[in-house]
């Protein structure tokens, strides 16, 4: 069993990784169009909400990223607590850091886009937000587990 949760966990860091740093090579107009597409689809569900008026391109970027890295920090917490047995957290903090700064030195080389430390700690945030939520379930297992 062991040994399908380290697959499963191992599959989704890569996958991530493949999936933030693709977007990270996308040019500046699909990038922008990509988030248009996501805010009408988004919109269209929280119409006539109090949240509706607040969402706009930036928020679904910034929204996106959190997203990301939260799953990001999420799945490095699982693989880290089933390579060593402990979650890790530090070590997932300061590889989610690494790989949100890589992240956003690719986006340089993308045409029309713009890297900002900004977006490091949003990143940053969102890995924080997945490290949280494996050490809350990591407590209510040993709490209930019997």
Avoid at 31 to 36: F, K, T
Avoid at 45 to 73: C, K, Q
Avoid at 92 to 121: K, N, P
Avoid at 133 to 144: D, F, H, I, K
Wanted: proline share 1%.
């Amino acid at each position: 069993m062991k040994k399908i949760f380290f697959v499963i966990s191992l599959a989704a860091v890569l996958f991530l990784l493949a999936f933030i740093w693709r977007h990270s090579l996308q040019p500046g107009t699909i990038s922008h169009a990509e988030s248009q597409y996501v805010l009408h689809i988004v919109l269209s569900y929280v119409n006539g909400t109090w949240l509706a008026p607040y969402l706009d391109d930036m928020h679904i970027r910034r929204l996106a990223h959190l997203t990301e890295y939260a799953s990001l920090g999420l799945s490095m917490s699982c693989l880290s607590l089933i390579l060593s047995g402990r979650q890790r957290k530090i070590w997932v903090m300061l590889a989610g850091i690494c790989i949100a700064a890589i992240d956003e030195y690719i986006q340089q080389f993308s045409g029309g886009r713009t890297s900002t430390w900004h977006d490091v700690v949003f990143d940053t945030f969102g890995c924080s937000a997945g490290i949280m939520v494996v050490a809350a379930l990591r407590m209510l297992y040993r709490r209930y587990r019997h």
